[in-house]
């Protein structure tokens, strides 16, 4: 594979975006997580939900912290790897980032503070306001996130006007079709990535000692957690890949395994499994057209009906949604495995076999990895294009040369490997040693 400006560019790109999404996505989760506790003591004195409150908490402010400090470096490349880009869709994406930015500073402005230091300084019931406000302040940040994510999947509400972007319906902008599904996977990528993070840490806690009833309480919420996301996952995937057949036929061709090529003997490598002509699809295809793209005729659309200057990567594609389906499929047996111990030996993690502590133990990042792979098969079905079939990566690129891409790519990926590594660093602590509270001269308890 060569190395092009373009590749270097991508990758930087791409790596500053996943690290955001990865922390946004969490805390995103965490905070309606930490409402939920929050609300549970509050509605009836609970030294467990409290006790979970407080450790999650740690969780949550090391997240939020790391999803804006990330967002910093995606914003900045936005002007300094893609300079023209702005000039073409800032009429769409100016304000969306705008409405965006302002949500996320009003909410760590007036509402942060008090519900990461003021639960002592303040009534119970305007503390769990203060919650709830800073997890719905979040979600509207990511709505807005979303709402550009998606409209460049599939771009609606615009017209092209000398090379820019103009706005007819906002309303088409904003409710675009792929909002929808584009939220939804947000959402349970945020879930899947919480929920295996919380029986992993319990696992791991119950592999040392006994817990306490905080610990247990979070090991429950957890698997609950994982079990509904899991679910909601296999609808979500049918339309996603629905979204790319209409959108993006190609790469929908591509995740499922649908090559329209006349040549029978693929060559080696080739993601193909049906060769049938361009324009036609076998009966083999057939349980698969609800997924692939068809032309006004009727014709199933693959990757054979597109120049490779247009193409995403068909075989990154292909396999990328083969391990996905297989990580999600293992994700599911460990689950239900846990559950059936449960429903025999009870609730505490302490009962399980030792060897199912140690699976969860090291599928703690499990969620976090199917989050990043379902992102980037989204992202790179969209590929070549920023703005499906209507503006190229390449035709925005800057003119830096390879070496300072390549500079700069070295740079990122060394700072983002110090801040994952303080992230697990705290996260370790946190579990290890719990959250010992301390009380400040002159605070009453």
């Known amino acids: ?7 270097l560019a991508r990758a930087q790109f791409a790596l500053s975006l996943n690290v955001h999404v990865l922390f946004a996505a969490l805390a995103m989760f965490l905070g309606w997580l930490l409402f939920f506790l929050r609300w549970k003591q509050w509605r009836s004195p609970d030294t467990a939900a409290l006790a979970a409150y407080r450790f999650w908490g740690r969780f949550f402010a090391l997240s939020f912290f790391l999803a804006f400090a990330s967002a910093v470096p995606v914003l900045a490349e936005i002007g300094i790897l893609w300079p023209p880009l702005m000039a073409r869709i800032g009429n769409v994406a100016g304000p969306l980032l705008a409405f965006g930015i302002t949500t996320l500073f009003v909410t760590k402005s007036v509402f942060m503070g008090v519900m990461l230091f003021g639960q002592r300084r303040v009534s119970e019931s ?12 979040l979600t509207a940040t990511v709505f807005w996130g979303v709402v550009l994510q998606s409209w460049t999947h599939a771009p609606e509400g615009i017209a092209l006007i000398d090379g820019r972007f103009q706005v007819v319906d906002w309303g088409e902008i904003i409710l675009n079709p792929g909002l929808g599904w584009c939220l939804a996977q947000f959402a349970c990528g945020g879930a899947l990535t919480g929920g295996f993070l919380m029986i992993g840490v319990s696992a791991w806690q119950a592999c040392r000692r006994p817990l306490v009833e905080g610990e247990r309480l979070s090991f429950r919420v957890g698997l609950g957690v994982v079990l509904a996301a899991l679910v909601a996952q296999a609808c979500i995937l049918d339309g996603v890949l629905r979204l790319e057949a209409r959108f993006a036929p190609a790469a929908a061709a591509a995740m499922v395994g649908y090559d329209g ?12 499994l049906s060769a049938t002509r361009p324009g036609t699809a076998r009966a ?16 199933v659309i693959g990757p054979a009906d597109f120049s490779p200057s247009r193409l995403p990567p068909v ?5 990328m949604t083969r391990v996905i389906l297989a990580l999600w499929g293992a994700m599911a047996l460990l689950a239900i495995a846990v ?5 025999v030996r009870g609730a505490d993690p ?14 703690t990042c499990a969620g976090a990895l199917s989050w990043l792979l379902c992102w980037n098969l ?7 294009y920023f703005v499906a079939g209507m503006l190229l990566q390449e035709d925005v690129l800057t003119d830096a040369s390879p070496g300072a891409l390549a500079a700069g790519l070295a740079a990122s990926a060394f700072v983002y490997a110090l801040l994952l590594g303080g992230f697990v660093r705290l996260a370790y602590h946190a579990a290890r040693y719990g959250v010992v509270p301390v009380r400040k001269a002159g605070v009453k308890s």
């Open 1 to 7: 594979m060569e190395i092009t400006a373009l590749w």
């Open 126 to 137: 305007a503390h769990l306001i203060s919650v709830f406000m800073v997890a719905l302040g």
């Open 261 to 272: 090529r006349g040549d029978s003997s693929p060559e080696p490598g080739a993601f193909e």
């Open 284 to 299: 083999g295809t057939e349980p698969l057209s609800r997924w692939l793209g068809r032309s006004a005729q009727g014709d």
């Open 315 to 319: 075989g990154a594609l292909y396999w």
């Open 339 to 343: 559950t059936a111990v449960m429903a």
């Open 350 to 363: 302490v009962a399980q076999p030792r060897v199912l502590l140690r699976l969860l133990a090291g599928a």
């Open 378 to 384: 989204i992202e790179a079905g969209r590929s070549p």
